[in-house]
């Protein structure tokens, strides 16, 4: 269960390339040509623990954390939080040990996270190795439209979860098995509270913004910003026809986390964009030594 919004995340996640049905069995599997895995949570059930104590109820992390350190008893969704950091620390270690570089993009449903991968790709794939785990709840329409410019891509599907794992993008980069020296991005599902929560090994977390949605979203939603190294403000060739203040969105993001790095970006006009890539660039220069200055 979802320690934020109690979604029943994990029932059924499944793994499949563009263009591939899953097979739905109950337990990680691959077909012979190797490109589709499907997997159902029935063999890793969360252990049990005791309910969280009237003071600290688990939908409050805060009070949570706040009854560990008097002593109380782990609940579940710490132990579910404790087991994914521990899978997100092998990512990492993994990533590391080839030089790859992840970056977790995550937002609202259609700030426009796919548009802004399919341009990026187009433009950098020839200079940088790119693969793709791209996550929603259901469809594999946006991992079609990503694998449709060349680019390695895993569609992970949630079911009912809210956001994805670290032991989803173990079972994707298994399946993908990105080269030396390249960058994976993982694009999370639609969501700006839970993803929050959840390490997945990343070098990075980006939160994109649209100028469709309002410029006090990061005082919303704290946590998501506070928890990103850097926030895209997309779609801005449309701030001739929307009710939206660029600066105080800035200053907003900044009031949550002052480190945070802001890029103002038109996937459909290019506007911005070169300031984007040139961060991916260094980005991914400094995860991997060997890239040349």
């Not at 499907?38 to 992390?61: C, V």
């Not at 990533?95 to 802004?116: C, D, F, M, R, Y």
Request: net charge negative; with cysteine.
């Amino acid at each position: 269960m979802c320690v934020t919004c109690g979604c029943s995340n994990g029932a059924q996640t499944t793994y499949t390339r563009p263009g591939e049905q899953a097979d739905h069995h109950h337990h990680t599997h691959v077909l012979a040509d190797g490109t589709v895995i499907t997997h159902r949570h029935a063999d890793e059930a969360a252990p049990q623990a005791e309910p969280a104590p009237q003071s600290a109820p688990t939908h409050d992390p805060v009070a949570v954390t706040h009854a560990q350190t008097h002593g109380t008893t782990l609940t579940l969704e710490q132990n579910l939080l404790a087991k994914n950091d521990r899978l997100a620390a092998q990512n990492r270690d993994r990533l590391q040990a080839h030089n790859i570089t992840a970056l977790n993009l995550v937002s609202s449903p259609g700030a426009g996270k796919t548009t802004l991968l399919v341009r990026t790709i187009e433009d950098l794939q020839a200079q940088i190795p790119i693969v793709v785990i791209e996550g929603d709840q259901e469809t594999a329409h946006d991992a079609e439209r990503i694998a449709a410019t060349g680019c390695p891509t895993l569609q992970v599907n949630t079911g009912t979860g809210c956001h994805l794992e670290a032991a989803m993008i173990d079972r994707g980069l298994n399946t993908l098995n990105p080269p030396d020296h390249s960058l994976v991005l993982i694009e999370n599902v639609g969501n700006l509270v839970c993803p929050a929560l959840f390490d997945l090994g990343e070098n990075a977390k980006v939160a994109m913004l649209s100028v469709t949605e309002g410029e006090d979203k990061p005082l919303k939603y704290p946590h998501m910003f506070r928890a990103s190294q850097v926030m895209v403000l997309t779609k801005i060739d449309l701030l001739p026809y929307v009710n939206f203040n660029v600066q105080q969105c800035i200053d907003y993001a900044h009031q949550v986390n002052p480190q945070l790095i802001i890029f103002q970006v038109s996937a459909t006009t290019g506007v911005g964009l070169a300031e984007w890539y040139d961060w991916l660039r260094s980005t991914v220069k400094a995860a991997d030594p060997t890239v040349a200055a």
